[in-house]
């Protein structure tokens, strides 16, 4: 059994993780539409909660503006507060 | 002045006329105290995402005016008195937000398809 046994020298080169980068400064979008339910989609999860910057990889100026667009929507009932199997 | 964007969600018992006699009432509001109207999108019947006043449903429109900063304070007077509105929200918009209004209008671009999730 000890024959099988596989060893290597050198560590076994992994696949990096892509870096995660600001939607919004890639793409030069300036403006956080409240109205734009689909697209506030994207910044939360099933819950209706919104995602931390850690998965979103969203910058923290826009990270603001997306949250404040996301209780907007709240507001005027377009995005529920509390919810489950949103997507 | 400034750019506002008024956002009214009305009782969904509310006939064609009315919703439409309620929209010229808030326009010629602004109109007579000093401001201008941009763009109307009355978006019609829409299911809400959670229940207000026991309703699941509402009549949603948006105005797009410029208006000195006093406006808003008489208006908000004015919707609240007003039984048939049941909720309502003014946002200012800064300069980007003009820009990405005029361009979702006239179709320059579409949000979702400039970002893959």
Not at chain 1, 4 to 21: G, S
Not at chain 1, 36 to 48: A, H, P, R, S, T
Not at chain 2, 40 to 60: D, H, M, R, V
């Amino acid at each position: 059994m000890a024959k099988n046994e596989i060893k290597y020298l050198t560590a076994i080169k992994q696949e990096k993780p892509k870096k995660k980068f600001c939607r919004f400064k890639k793409y030069g979008i300036k403006y956080v539409d409240y109205k734009d339910i689909e697209f506030l989609k994207k910044f939360i999860n099933e819950q209706g909660k919104m995602l931390p910057r850690r998965l979103s990889g969203n910058s923290l100026k826009y990270q603001r503006k997306v949250s404040d667009a996301v209780k907007k929507a709240r507001q005027m009932a377009l995005l529920p507060y509390v919810t489950d199997l949103l997507k | 002045m400034n750019n506002y964007e008024l956002m009214v969600i009305f009782t969904p018992v509310l006939s064609e006329e009315d919703f439409k006699a309620a929209q010229k009432k808030y326009a010629d509001f602004i109109v007579e105290n000093g401001g201008t109207t941009g763009h109307s999108n009355p978006w019609g019947l829409k299911s809400l995402a959670y229940p207000i006043e026991k309703k699941t449903t509402g009549i949603y429109w948006v105005l797009e005016y410029e208006a000195p900063s006093d406006l808003n304070e008489k208006m908000k007077i004015q919707i609240l008195r007003d039984e048939q509105v049941m909720r309502h929200m003014i946002t200012r918009l800064d300069k980007y937000a003009v820009e990405y209004n005029y361009k979702k209008r006239t179709g320059g671009f579409h949000t979702t398809e400039k970002t893959p999730a």
